[in-house]
């Protein structure tokens, strides 16, 4: 008997599940990144600013909210973000390393016999 991911009824129909659960999980970074503009004051300081109107009625509001960051390994200009320890940004390249291992392993099950 064979077992399709989250009970599917075919093997395109797990691989089409399998495709829109990885594309959500790629996009969920997209539109929280959406909210805040980030800007280096420094090499050491990450500023955070969230602007945005509230309107009730006729009268409109705007709110300026800005929080400042001291980034412990320094604060990168061109992703507007604080710098990440090395062996963070290795965990993130081998990580990403085995979910792409896992991938091609259920592309094999599925379609490889």
């Known amino acids: 008997?064979?077992?399709y991911f989250i009970f599917a009824?075919?093997?395109l129909e797990s691989m089409?599940?399998?495709?829109?659960?990885l594309s959500i999980l790629l996009l969920l970074p997209?539109?929280?990144?959406?909210?805040?503009?980030n800007h280096c004051d420094n090499t050491s300081y990450l500023r955070k600013t969230m602007e945005f109107?509230?309107?009730?009625?006729?009268?409109?509001?705007?709110?300026n909210f800005t929080q400042l960051i001291e980034?412990?390994?320094g604060c990168d200009n061109v992703t507007h973000n604080c710098r990440q320890p090395k062996i963070t940004e290795y965990s993130?390249?081998?990580?990403?390393?085995?979910?792409?291992?896992?991938?091609?392993g259920l592309v094999y099950k599925l379609w490889g016999k």
């Open 1 to 3: 008997m064979r077992y």
């Open 9 to 11: 009824h075919s093997k």
């Open 16 to 21: 089409l599940k399998i495709i829109t659960l």
């Open 30 to 37: 997209i539109c929280n990144a959406l909210d805040y503009k």
């Open 53 to 63: 109107t509230s309107c009730e009625g006729n009268n409109c509001t705007d709110y």
């Open 71 to 73: 980034c412990e390994f």
């Open 92 to 104: 993130w390249y081998f990580g990403g390393l085995i979910v792409v291992m896992i991938i091609l």
